[in-house]
């Protein structure tokens, strides 16, 4: 869970490049001459404000809201090889069936480069399918990520503005 919270929160980063994120934080001005003290105070109970209307804490660790897809990566040369060895073996009996042990030689031969071959391409084709469910995942928690955030924003700067501030 620790790596998973931990992968998410470098996707986030890196998606938006740093400066990107950090620079969500608005500027906020005290417009009608509030004190550094007053500016605090006021801060932090839109903070609290607006975590109760949003639901989202800017000060919480980012976390995926459901699970990630499973990034089992299949061998590729191991899928060939069980592919080679079936197909091989499927080719043997086929072929000593069919024509004796010369045929079954030949037949263990284009058996086994066949099964090889598409035991390869089916597991080549499975780790792409992978990686791009595994990328629409991370696109998906980082956009809702961004939108609670601006949501929590857009109450946030509403709250201090109310309150005399001009918030950019």
């Keep these: 869970m620790k790596s998973l919270l931990l992968t998410f929160v470098l996707i986030v980063l890196l998606s938006f490049g740093a400066?990107?994120?950090i620079a969500q934080e608005p500027i906020i001005y005290p417009a009608q001459g509030q004190s550094?003290?007053?500016?605090?105070?006021?801060?932090?109970?839109?903070?609290?404000?607006?975590?109760?209307?949003?639901?989202?804490?800017?000060m919480q660790v980012p976390t995926a809201s459901s699970p990630a897809p499973s990034q089992e990566?299949?061998?590729?040369?191991?899928?060939?090889l069980k592919g080679g060895a079936?197909?091989?073996?499927?080719?043997?009996?086929?072929?000593?069936?069919?024509?004796?042990?010369?045929?079954?030689?030949?037949?263990?031969?284009?058996?086994?480069?066949?099964?090889g071959t598409l035991g390869g391409v089916r597991s080549s084709?499975?780790?792409r399918q992978a990686e791009q469910n595994r990328q629409q995942w991370e696109k998906q928690e980082t956009n809702k990520y961004m939108r609670q955030r601006n949501d929590y924003n857009r109450a946030y700067?509403?709250?201090?503005?109310?309150?005399?501030?001009?918030?950019?």
């Design 19 to 21: 400066g990107s994120v």
């Design 36 to 58: 550094q003290d007053q500016l605090e105070k006021d801060k932090f109970e839109c903070y609290t404000w607006a975590k109760g209307e949003t639901g989202f804490d800017p």
């Design 73 to 80: 990566k299949k061998s590729v040369g191991g899928s060939a």
């Design 86 to 115: 079936v197909g091989g073996i499927g080719g043997a009996v086929l072929g000593g069936i069919v024509g004796g042990k010369k045929k079954a030689k030949k037949g263990a031969v284009i058996g086994g480069l066949t099964g």
């Design 125 to 127: 084709s499975q780790n």
């Design 157 to 168: 700067s509403a709250c201090l503005s109310g309150r005399g501030y001009t918030v950019k």
